[in-house]
């Protein structure tokens, strides 16, 4: 079954404590991105790649770090949580770029303490 | 870049109502058009598309048609069910850019 999986789905954490959520896809897509999602403010992307070893900031990448050593895996990692970080963050991946239909995983609902 | 601009919600109906949620876009060249819908606790999921103009893209009851000339593509649907309550978002896709960008969403609350 084609997919994307994220995990985990629920985390609550602390400020300043490093974490990682993962994202993993099975369609062989190129394309992987991640977004938050906030009340009011719809989807807005985070970081994005189109193949490995190959990323680029979207639209709100400031404390964020994304890595994509796999064609499969693109990891969020937030070295240093911080309150307004809380949100509800969603991966997707696709073939090519952006002409073609987007697959998102369940999301992960992040709470920083 | 390409952005898209969609209707404010909550969308609040009866059942068996008609619905149309408006969606104009921006883009350079000629994007595939989509609609996802995100129901709760789900991430969101393809609903329907079209990948030229006067194309119409249709599933569960819900239309699409992809307007060039007034660079639109509108979700309609004849009779909406307590089934449909969901956040609808509007995408446009791009062969030349490198963002894929959604509309803010659009809830829809139907009422028995």
């Known amino acids: 079954e084609a997919q994307v999986t994220q995990n985990p789905r629920y985390l609550i954490t602390v400020t300043g404590k490093k974490l990682t959520v993962t994202c993993s896809q099975n369609m062989n897509h190129e394309y992987m991105s991640w977004y938050r999602q906030d009340p009011g403010l719809g989807l807005r992307q985070i970081y994005y790649s189109m193949n490995v070893e190959v990323t680029d900031k979207g639209d709100v990448p400031e404390g964020y770090k994304v890595s994509r050593k796999e064609k499969r895996n693109f990891p969020l990692i937030l070295e240093s949580p911080s309150p307004n970080q809380t949100s509800l963050y969603f991966c997707a991946s696709s073939f090519i770029r952006g002409n073609t239909e987007a697959f998102f995983g369940q999301g992960t609902r992040l709470t920083v303490v | ?112």
């Open chain 2, 1 to 112: 870049g390409n952005s898209v601009t969609q209707m404010e919600g909550p969308v609040t109906l009866s059942e068996e109502a008609f619905l149309t949620i408006n969606c104009t876009y921006t883009a350079t060249g000629y994007p595939s058009l989509f609609w996802y819908v995100q129901y709760p606790g789900e991430g969101l999921q393809l609903l329907l598309k079209a990948t030229k103009a006067d194309d119409k893209g249709s599933n569960k009851g819900f239309e699409a048609t992809y307007r060039k000339e007034t660079t639109s593509f509108h979700l309609e649907k004849g009779s909406v069910q307590v089934s449909d309550s969901a956040v609808y978002f509007c995408a446009p896709g791009s062969y030349n850019t490198d963002k894929l960008i959604f509309g803010t969403g659009t809830r829809l609350q139907v009422f028995p």
